[in-house]
């Protein structure tokens, strides 16, 4: 008896299966890798279709390999190089080719298809004697030649077929005749300017780092900083960069509509040697300069212009709106906008008046007034003021060396508005923060209605639109909360309405529910009176007009008010305080307003303010139902 745990033995029978088995696995895996190893060292086999399409092809022949294309006929020698990338014509001339052209004459060769092939033996049977010539192939029309690497293949175009859909070739050192489609060798019988680039230049708005314009004594240079574009010349002021853009983008996509001659004495026949306009560009990263002369209007054409890339031979005509643009004046390229400013690097601002000077500062991101005192500011006005400020439009250019501050109203100026950054750190608070833009405004030309302005680090007076100016924010009633009110309903003790000569007093009761004071007789509206309590907990005016004068009381109805509330608070330190305010309407009846007496503000309203401050607090009494009358005694007969 074995050991308690041993195995028990393996039967022989047992032991030989295992071994079949493992045997039969490790030829099935090393099978497995034989073939995997065939497979892999094998190469692919092409497809069928793949052997089809290329025995369809009368050449093996990539685009990508060829560096020259040569076209020879009777009536042309043509030569096309690729250097660095791009085509060049070599002959008759040395322009610029299209490349867009000479890879359409490549892609047509390599993908050109046979639709049957004559071998010599097929032009002698059946009693038959063809020869090239009838096809056309003694004296090709055509033949053109493909530099590819290190040798170069020819092919020879002839006659086409009947039915004028077809054409024979032949490829250079062999004998056989193909005939392919007619399409395959058309774009080698083209005229040489189909061939030329249309296009004068080969770079983008992107690379222009300057460029000036000349025109009889005008002289303008302009010249770019990061992505912003500046006049240099005649002065120094900024350029509207959309349309200074827009422009250099139609000299760098401007493509010639006629190759007019290569002819250099001609310069003086189309106006190319006293030129109207002179456009010079001064690339970035090149230290490339390239000119453009731009001459007269075509004799036979006004609404073409002769031009020439200076230092070229090739006279081309574009259309003459180019020159129009290219001859506009030095406003036209210059920014009508004020610099712009972005509203999160603005910490301050300061409207300095004749009268007043109101100082506003953000504080964690919230405006406030803080002179001449210290209040809230509405959040939403200041980022539209700001907004008015960025989008205003310079109507004129008055002048651009201020030598003469008095004649427009600048010496001193009626009213600055100054944008200022954050303070710097380890700045001291008696150190302001940086500069970002002053506007100061001078005198008004109501004629023009212009109003005459100039920013304080620019020697050019500009002349707004007179609008622009009265939209402006003026002092503190502009830009103060328009919340008038934070009246918390606990707070009220008592309030009372006062119509005319009568009034209604409403108090708090000791059990917390309103009622009318011992004063005041009737029943309260309780209803219209809660909707009243609940309009002053965040009283927002649409508009605030400014301090009240007795002229403005009249203008706004408030001389004769609709009604006057006092509200009495009282506090959790036992003291109280009063609110009062008036509502009333314009003599037009479209507006409401209310005025603060506390602040001496008039405001704007919307009407259903208006209305839970004026409506009556008091029920009218409702009539007693009529007694029934008794009926009449009945008549005896």
Not at 84 to 112: C, F, H, T
Not at 271 to 282: A, N, R, Y
Not at 441 to 453: E, P, T, W
Request: charged residues 30%.
């Amino acid at each position: 008896m074995g050991a308690v745990g041993a195995h028990p033995p393996v039967p022989p029978q047992m032991e030989i299966g295992n071994m079949k088995i493992n045997t039969t696995l490790f030829m099935l895996v090393a099978a497995l890798a034989v073939a995997g190893g065939f497979l892999y060292l094998k190469p692919r086999v092409p497809t069928t279709e793949e052997r089809e399409e290329k025995n369809k092809k009368i050449w093996d022949l990539k685009t990508s390999d060829v560096t020259e294309i040569g076209i020879k006929g009777a009536d042309r020698d043509f030569l096309f190089e690729k250097k660095d990338g791009k085509w060049e014509i070599r002959k008759p001339l040395q322009v610029r080719a299209s490349s867009n052209e000479m890879e359409s004459i490549l892609s047509g060769l390599e993908y050109m298809e046979r639709r049957r092939t004559l071998a010599p033996r097929d032009l002698q049977a059946d009693d038959r004697r063809l020869s090239l010539e009838d096809f056309g192939l003694a004296k090709p029309r055509l033949v053109a030649s493909l530099k590819v690497k290190d040798k170069t293949v020819t092919l020879s175009v002839g006659k086409e077929t009947r039915q004028g859909d077809g054409v024979y070739v032949q490829v250079g050192g062999g004998a056989n005749i193909h005939l392919v489609g007619k399409d395959a060798t058309s774009r080698l019988d083209k005229k040489l300017e189909d061939y030329r680039e249309k296009g004068l230049f080969d770079f983008s708005v992107a690379d222009i780092a300057r460029f000036e314009i000349k025109g009889g004594s005008k002289l303008l240079e302009f010249s770019r900083t990061n992505s912003l574009w500046r006049v240099v010349q005649p002065l120094s002021a900024r350029a509207d960069t959309s349309k200074t853009e827009d422009f250099l983008r139609q000299i760098s996509s401007l493509k010639a509509e006629n190759f007019l001659t290569e002819d250099p004495a001609a310069g003086k026949e189309y106006g190319l040697e006293d030129p109207v306009s002179e456009i010079t560009l001064k690339l970035a990263k090149q230290d490339a300069t390239h000119t453009l002369l731009v001459g007269a209007k075509l004799k036979n054409d006004d609404k073409k212009v002769a031009v020439k890339v200076k230092g070229q031979n090739s006279i081309m005509s574009v259309p003459a709106t180019f020159a129009a643009d290219a001859a506009k004046p030095l406003n036209d390229f210059r920014d009508r906008r004020l610099p712009a400013v972005t509203e999160a690097d603005v910490n301050e601002i300061e409207i300095r008046n004749k009268q007043v000077s109101t100082l506003l500062r953000r504080d964690n991101e919230k405006w406030k007034i803080v002179q001449p005192e210290q209040i809230g500011a509405d959040d939403e006005l200041v980022k539209k003021f700001l907004g008015k400020l960025g989008s205003m439009n310079i109507k004129e250019f008055a002048t651009d060396v201020a030598t003469d501050l008095d004649k427009f109203g600048l010496k001193p100026p009626s009213c600055s508005l100054i944008l200022r950054g954050r303070e710097a750190a380890g700045a001291t608070n008696a150190a302001p923060a940086a500069v970002l833009q002053q506007l100061d405004f001078g005198r008004v030309d109501a004629a023009k209605k212009l109003a005459y302005a100039r920013l304080a680090d620019e020697s050019s007076i500009y002349g707004f639109d007179i609008n622009d100016l009265n939209n402006l924010p003026k002092g503190v009633s502009d830009l103060r909360s328009r919340t008038f009110f934070e009246i918390k309903k606990d707070h009220v003790a008592s309030c009372v309405q006062k119509k005319g000569k009568s009034s209604v007093a409403v108090e708090i009761s000791p059990e917390k529910k309103w009622r009318l004071a011992a004063n005041t007789s009737g029943v309260l509206d309780e209803k219209g009176f809660e909707k009243f309590i609940e309009c002053l907990g965040g009283f927002k005016v649409e508009k605030v007009m400014g301090t009240a004068l007795n002229t403005t009381a009249r203008q706004y109805g408030l001389d004769n008010p609709a009604a006057t509330v006092v509200v009495t608070l009282s506090g959790t330190d036992g003291r109280t305080e009063s609110v009062e305010f008036s509502v009333g309407r314009e003599k037009t009846q479209k507006r409401c307003y209310l005025l603060w007496k506390n602040k001496l503000l008039v405001a704007e309203i919307t009407e259903d303010q208006f209305q839970a401050i004026s409506k009556d607090w008091v029920m009218a009494a409702k009539p007693a139902p009529a007694r029934a009358s008794a009926p009449a005694p009945a008549q005896k007969k």
